[in-house]
């Protein structure tokens, strides 16, 4: 099994910024790349940044230059550096791994349980 633990989630002013961390632990075998998800109230959960195992990221078009994913591979962890929060960037933030647990399995996606983002004044 994989578990996925996030913590850094919490309330922060407009324009303040937030730190989340995301490790794996558990029977890895190899990871193809981690990321972060966020889903706020009654709207689809959607991509906010993903690393490949290899260092390429993606960012959503509403973070860029905002937020920064980076992932320590010997530690199995990803981090999202997130500055200039803004009230629409209120969600609950969700930890993803797509990796193998041996070398026959297929790759699937993991999930963290979550963590909340709350931005207000």
């Known amino acids: 099994q994989v578990q996925l633990v996030e913590s850094g989630g919490g309330l922060v002013q407009p324009g303040g910024s937030l730190r989340l961390s995301c490790a794996a632990s558990?029977?890895?075998?190899?990871?193809?790349?981690m990321g972060w998800y966020r889903q706020a109230p009654g709207k689809q959960r959607e991509l906010v940044a993903s690393i490949t195992s290899g260092g390429s990221t993606n960012y959503a078009d509403s973070v860029k230059g905002r937020f920064t994913i980076s992932r320590d591979n010997a530690k199995n962890t990803v981090y999202l550096q997130m500055n200039s929060l803004k009230p629409e960037d209120t969600a609950v933030y969700y930890c993803?791994?797509?990796?193998?647990?041996?070398?026959?399995?297929?790759?699937?996606?993991?999930w963290g349980q979550g963590t909340q983002v709350t931005v207000s004044s």
């Open positions: 993803n791994l797509n990796g193998r647990i041996n070398q026959w399995s297929p790759s699937r996606d993991y």
């Open positions: 558990g029977i890895i075998f190899s990871i193809s790349a």
